[in-house]
C-alpha cells in the first residue's frame, strides 16, 4: 500500500514556475510509473504527464509540452512536477498517482494524493 503527499503549490506570479512535489510512503515507488494530474474549478481533472519508474516522460499533456519537468528522486521517494512559465490566472489542484490510466476519459490510479492547489495571479 501506498500513501501519496503532495506538497509545494500555493500562489505564484503569472509567468511564474510553480512546482509541486509528492512524497511516497508505505513502499518504494522507485519502480512505479507516476502521474500528475490537474483540475480546475468546474471542470474535469486532466492527466498532465506520466513519468515512468526509470524516469522518462511516457506521456505528456499538449498545454504543457515544452514547458515542464517532472525529476524524480527515488533516495527521497519523491516524484515532482514543475510548470515553466504559466500564465493562465486561476486556480487548479494537482494530484499524483501511481501506475495512473485514463479509461473511457475517466482518470484512474492504483493509488492517488490528496491534491495541492496551485493560484496563479498577477
Known amino acids: 500500500q501506498v500513501h501519496l503527499v503532495e506538497s509545494g503549490g500555493g500562489l505564484v506570479q503569472a509567468g511564474g514556475s510553480p512546482r509541486v512535489s509528492c512524497v511516497a510512503s508505505?513502499?518504494?515507488?522507485?519502480?512505479?510509473?507516476m502521474g500528475w494530474f490537474r483540475q480546475a474549478p468546474g471542470k474535469a481533472r486532466e492527466l498532465v504527464a506520466v513519468?515512468?519508474?526509470?524516469?522518462?516522460?511516457?506521456y505528456t499533456a499538449q498545454s504543457v509540452k515544452g514547458r515542464f519537468t517532472t525529476p524524480r528522486d527515488n533516495a527521497k521517494n519523491t516524484v515532482s512536477l514543475q510548470v515553466n512559465s504559466l500564465e493562465a490566472k486561476g486556480r487548479s489542484v494537482y494530484y499524483c498517482?501511481?501506475?495512473?490510466?485514463?479509461?473511457?476519459?475517466?482518470?484512474?490510479?492504483?493509488?492517488w494524493g490528496q491534491g495541492d492547489q496551485v493560484t496563479v495571479s498577477s
Open positions: 508505505g513502499r518504494t515507488i522507485s519502480r512505479s510509473s
Open positions: 513519468i515512468s519508474g526509470g524516469g522518462a516522460t511516457t
Open positions: 498517482a501511481a501506475e495512473p490510466m485514463v479509461i473511457e476519459r475517466r482518470p484512474r490510479a492504483d493509488y
